[in-house]
């Protein structure tokens, strides 16, 4: 099968698809002849010696029927994300086509997601992207909660076929004897990423975190210029000795963090599929995890953490959960890592081959 992939990524550290993007392609490249076109001026170096990438250097055109054959007239197209296509001639070209198209959202189109940049968003939705994501041959969500929270409106053909991960080396083999040490991942943002939320339950919960001598680092780039206000509500609900932050941690300092942590922590209001969670649970990491994860029916039907809905109060009582268990974190980390084994970047890729056939064949409908 020949699969075009098109995408708009600028390749930033914080990113989530700055890693799942690649490492699905190339996945799936060890099965179908692939093609991935990055639609940027300037991609980042770390992508250049991928044989299968190309970008606006190599075809400035921005247009598919550019594209060397066989790849101008694919068997299907992979588009990655949804909004970051608005305005690209890429997005008009694949309505016109009649190649059919497969759109990855990664969380954009929940219900959830709408209300950040709500105005915005609305705008571009009325001026072609709901008729764009009408004319896909379906939307990917990456688990059956995102669809769920993203609804038929969009489209009602879709598949599921979630992210990867690639397994590390090493994993837990013991826990803080005197504390714990919870970790939290990805970018300062409050809202998206849920830590108002967080930092609302640890208020809360104040007195039995300082009595079992509980530490949170929450680590993350801080690109919305929102830490510091986060910083002065933690001094505020005196929760400074409990709740660090710390900038972004990458290759071998986050596996050193997460190797060094006891339970990790996702309090997002939404995601697509967090690759920090896959991750840490591969890691062998207990995780609390809220509805807004995308995880909690597979976390919970593995034993592999404390769920929550996505609100203070009941993350106050995830988290206390996790307190009490503490005697038996060795037994969640294996079924951590139990459930992080669905996430074989191969398997995904032959998941991924057949659901493409099913659909050039017809056979996946509304």
Request: charged share 25%; aromatic share 10%; glycine share 6%.
């Amino acid at each position: 099968m020949n699969i075009l992939y098109l995408s708009h990524l600028g390749g930033a550290s914080f990113a989530g698809p700055t890693y799942s993007v690649p490492k699905q392609i190339d996945a799936q490249s060890k099965i179908d002849n692939v093609f991935w076109y990055n639609a940027v001026p300037k991609s980042p170096d770390f992508w250049k010696n991928i044989s299968y990438y190309h970008d606006l250097t190599e075809y400035p055109k921005e247009s598919i029927d550019a594209l060397p054959a066989p790849f101008h007239k694919p068997d299907i197209i992979v588009v990655e994300c949804f909004y970051n296509m608005f305005r690209s001639p890429l997005m008009r070209e694949l309505m016109k086509g009649d190649t059919p198209y497969v759109i990855i959202p990664r969380g954009e189109l929940t219900c959830q997601a709408q209300k950040r940049k709500m105005l915005k968003k609305s705008i571009a939705n009325v001026l072609g992207c709901k008729q764009y994501a009408r004319k896909a041959a379906a939307i990917q969500y990456l688990t059956e909660q995102e669809y769920i929270d993203s609804g038929d409106a969009w489209n009602p053909k879709y598949i599921v076929i979630p992210n990867g991960v690639t397994f590390p080396e090493s994993v837990k083999t013991g826990f803080t004897e005197d504390g714990i040490k919870f970790v939290s991942i990805g970018r300062i943002s409050p809202y998206h990423k849920g830590l108002d939320l967080l930092i609302d339950a640890c208020a809360m919960l104040r007195e039995r975190l300082i009595e079992e001598n509980c530490k949170i680092t929450i680590c993350g780039p801080d690109q919305e210029g929102q830490a510091e206000e986060l910083k002065r509500i933690v001094v505020e609900k005196r929760l400074h000795d409990i709740i660090t932050f710390q900038d972004g941690v990458f290759g071998d300092e986050k596996k050193q963090l997460l190797l060094e942590s006891d339970v990790f922590l996702i309090p997002s209001r939404f995601e697509g599929h967090p690759m920090a969670l896959i991750e840490a649970l591969s890691y062998g990491l207990p995780c609390v995890a809220t509805t807004g994860s995308n995880m909690r029916r597979e976390i919970d039907t593995y034993g592999a953490g404390w769920t929550a809905d996505n609100e203070a109060q009941s993350i106050c009582e995830a988290l206390q959960a996790a307190i009490d268990a503490k005697e038996n974190y060795m037994n969640i980390s294996q079924n951590a890592v139990a459930l992080s084994k669905k996430y074989e970047w191969n398997s995904i890729a032959i998941e991924a081959h057949t659901s493409f056939e099913k659909l050039l064949k017809g056979e996946i409908n509304e």
